[in-house]
């Protein structure tokens, strides 16, 4: 049997074959499969194949979260209609609207564990790689297959070694390292491969920061992004043991991060590989800074803007929209005194959900408008009007410009 990497070792347990190589095709059963609201799509799919019956309930996850609540009248017609789905089906795994970002969520309620393969309607279902697992994003159409057969076809993708060495210096976040990744590699730079996250960096760091990682591995064009990891319940020594990579396994290229030589990063419109320092862009007017998102609407998050807005407040001149990433992550913040700090502040702090990041509502850009966003992508109109320019970077970058109505240096706000 050859050495492989992660995620051939997962793909090659969920198609039931002895090894699996890069480029072969294979049929994977996932352990778990996650649409959002889009799920109407899928439904939409399952019925046209004359499906009637889910091949395994228990593997699927329903999340709204995308316009939650409903933005317009249509949006809440398609939720009645999944709401419908879900019961018709008999889907358990459901998360109505206001419980949280599907992919915090799944991680945060323990459906993830290390070694799964989990499907998702989402290009940032890359972010279960933070503790182990592969996670990938497919289209509806696709996951009425796994509805209906409980498995897909599936390409086996190619791995990039990327190693994050040494602790990062004051102001610089896994954001920051993400940004540089991405501009390392391009937008398409690791095009239906995926990235395992390895170093000194990686070892010592949080879930959360790994979740930030493993998601922008998305805005590179990653099928997948992994880091190893052997932890977990003796229960699924099975499962777990694919979230190791093999000792002599084949890797399509690797690339070095030097995190301790790292500084605060802005993405500059309109591509997420458009990165330079934010000293170069200091100065630059905004209008709104978003802290939230799959990426980085996680309770450290709030805890470093709380710390760096007490006993501040937002320029006037400049909306801050803070989004926790689930209701969780709210209560959490709550109970710890972070969002009175926020909203004393001058931040309006909205439900869990997906809308500012995705432009559907609670944030939109009006024409000419600048904001500062903590979330993944800054294309035009990703967040309202095709006249806005949108500039990515972490929350600590994001919270000093919201203090000073332009792009700022986050470091001289933080202990």
């Known amino acids: 049997m050859s050495e492989m990497t992660v995620c051939e070792k997962i793909l090659s347990r969920t198609s039931g074959q002895e090894s699996v190589r890069p480029g072969e095709i294979i049929e994977a059963r996932p352990d778990l499969a996650m649409s959002h609201d889009n799920t109407y799509l899928v439904y939409r799919s399952f019925k046209e194949v004359g499906a009637s019956r889910l091949k395994d309930p228990s593997s699927i996850v329903v999340v709204l979260d995308h316009r939650a609540p409903a933005s317009t009248v249509n949006?809440?017609?398609?939720?009645?209609?999944?709401?419908?789905?879900?019961?018709?089906?008999?889907?358990?795994?459901?998360?109505?609207?206001?419980?949280?970002?599907?992919?915090?969520?799944?991680i945060e309620r323990g459906l993830v564990?290390?070694?799964?393969?989990?499907?998702?309607t989402d290009s940032h279902s890359t972010t279960y790689g933070s503790i182990g697992a592969m996670g990938t994003g497919i289209g509806a159409t696709d996951m009425a297959s796994v509805w209906s057969k409980g498995s897909l076809w599936l390409k086996v993708?190619?791995?990039?070694?990327?190693?994050?060495?040494?602790?990062?210096?004051?102001?610089?976040?896994a954001?920051?390292?993400?940004?540089?990744?991405?501009?390392?590699?391009g937008v398409m730079g690791a095009d239906y491969c995926c990235i395992e996250f390895y170093g000194e960096y990686i070892s010592n760091t949080s879930i959360s920061e790994r979740m930030t990682l493993c998601n922008m591995?998305?805005?590179?064009?990653?099928?997948?992004?992994?880091?190893?990891?052997?932890?977990?319940?003796?229960?699924?020594?099975?499962?777990?043991?694919?979230?190791?990579?093999?000792?002599?396994?084949?890797?399509?290229?690797?690339?070095?991060?030097?995190?301790?030589?790292?500084?605060?990063?802005?993405?500059?419109?309109?591509?997420?590989?458009?990165?330079?320092?934010?000293?170069?862009?200091e100065g630059t007017k905004i209008d709104q800074a978003f802290l939230g998102s799959c990426t980085n609407g996680r309770l450290d998050d709030l805890a470093i803007a709380a710390s760096m807005l007490n006993g501040k407040k937002v320029r006037s001149s400049t909306r801050l929209i803070?989004?926790?990433?689930?209701?969780?992550?709210?209560?959490?913040?709550?109970?710890?005194?972070?969002?009175?700090?926020?909203?004393?502040?001058?931040?309006?702090?909205?439900?869990?959900?997906?809308?500012?990041?995705?432009?559907?509502?609670?944030?939109i850009l009006a024409d000419g408008e600048t904001c500062i966003s903590s979330s993944?992508?800054?294309?035009?109109?990703?967040?309202?009007?095709?006249?806005?320019?949108?500039?990515?970077?972490?929350?600590?970058?994001?919270?000093?410009?919201?203090?000073?109505?332009?792009?700022?240096?986050?470091?001289?706000y933080l202990e």
């Open 75 to 106: 949006s809440a017609n398609t939720q009645r209609f999944i709401r419908e789905i879900v019961n018709r089906l008999g889907i358990e795994n459901f998360f109505d609207i206001g419980t949280g970002i599907c992919h915090q969520l799944l």
């Open 113 to 120: 564990k290390p070694g799964m393969l989990i499907l998702g």
């Open 157 to 173: 993708p190619a791995t990039i070694r990327v190693e994050i060495t040494g602790a990062t210096p004051k102001g610089v976040f």
């Open 175 to 185: 954001k920051d390292l993400a940004l540089i990744l991405v501009g390392k590699l």
């Open 217 to 281: 591995a998305a805005e590179a064009g990653a099928k997948s992004a992994i880091v190893p990891s052997g932890s977990g319940s003796k229960d699924n020594l099975s499962i777990q043991s694919c979230s190791i990579p093999d000792k002599n396994a084949t890797y399509l290229t690797s690339l070095r991060i030097d995190s301790q030589t790292a500084e605060p990063i802005v993405a500059v419109p309109p591509s997420v590989d458009n990165v330079v320092s934010v000293r170069s862009v």
């Open 322 to 363: 803070i989004t926790p990433a689930s209701s969780e992550i709210y209560l959490a913040a709550a109970k710890e005194g972070i969002l009175e700090i926020l909203v004393r502040s001058g931040a309006v702090v909205t439900n869990p959900g997906c809308g500012p990041c995705l432009g559907a509502h609670q944030g």
């Open 376 to 412: 993944n992508r800054n294309f035009r109109g990703r967040m309202g009007s095709r006249d806005a320019e949108i500039y990515l970077a972490s929350p600590a970058t994001v919270v000093a410009s919201a203090i000073e109505g332009k792009i700022a240096d986050p470091r001289r």
